[in-house]
């Protein structure tokens, strides 16, 4: 079974620019979380995403936002880039809504972000 | 409340030594407890999970210990191997509600051969 595929691997975008980040989950996954892995600030929690529908948000400014579409497969999207969103971008799916507990989460290799 | 603190920041360990990591919560509504792998270029991957129930958690040479007391919780690899060289990370939750993990800040972990 194939694992959490994320798109593109690395990515070089410019202060100011926008930039969507795919992720496809595990084949009948249908709940897709985001987290973002910097050093300073370790693994952060961005969204979570059940059937399309945003169950929770992290504590991030409204230029990151995401979506799922009613394949599972999910993207995310940062606009107005600044120098500090440079980071690794780490999608992890899991079968179904019922809390980390219930079903485990799978994490893709990530997205690395640079933004200059 | 909602931080998880782990020491070591980084741990060099003999082949065939014990290493252990440690982890700290507040938010005593955590009720999930995972461990997280992950090698360098790679997303981390689920190793071992405890709830609070139980104190302790073992799977291989993998194993958790728990102080729901002292919100406190531990990995302990026995026989460790270089293959093992990873960083670890302790994460809670409220595994029933969320897959919103709070994460620690990382063990670098080397097993000298």
């Known amino acids: 079974k194939a694992g959490v595929t994320q798109t593109p691997r690395y990515l070089i975008k410019t202060r100011g620019q926008q930039v969507t980040l795919s992720c496809s989950p595990i084949s009948g996954h249908r709940s897709v979380s985001w987290y973002q892995q910097t050093p300073g600030q370790g693994l952060q929690f961005l969204f979570e995403?059940?059937?399309?529908?945003?169950?929770n948000k992290g504590n991030f400014p409204g230029r990151f936002s995401g979506r799922q579409f009613s394949n599972s497969r999910s993207e995310m999207n940062v606009s107005t880039l600044e120098l500090g969103d440079s980071a690794l971008y780490l999608c992890a799916s899991s079968l179904e809504g019922r809390g980390a507990y219930n079903s485990p989460l799978h994490f893709g290799n990530g997205t690395r972000l640079t933004v200059t | 409340q909602q931080q998880v603190k782990q020491s070591p920041q980084s741990l060099i360990v003999q082949k065939g030594g014990i290493s252990i990591i440690n982890c700290a919560y507040e938010?005593?509504?955590?009720?999930?407890f995972p461990w997280y792998q992950q090698f360098p270029g790679k997303g981390p991957a689920l190793l071992i999970a405890?709830?609070?129930?139980?104190s302790e958690k073992k799977e291989g040479r993998f194993t958790i210990s728990f102080n729901k007391r002292a919100k406190q919780f531990s990995l302990h690899i026995m026989d460790s191997q270089p293959g093992d060289s990873a960083t670890y990370f302790c994460?809670?939750?409220?595994?029933?509600?969320?897959?919103?993990?709070?994460f620690g800040t990382g063990t670098l972990l080397a097993v000298q051969p």
């Open positions: 405890i709830r609070p129930d139980v």
């Open positions: 938010n005593t509504a955590f009720d999930y």
């Open positions: 995403y059940f059937s399309e529908t945003q169950r």
């Open positions: 994460a809670a939750s409220r595994g029933g509600a969320t897959n919103k993990l709070i």
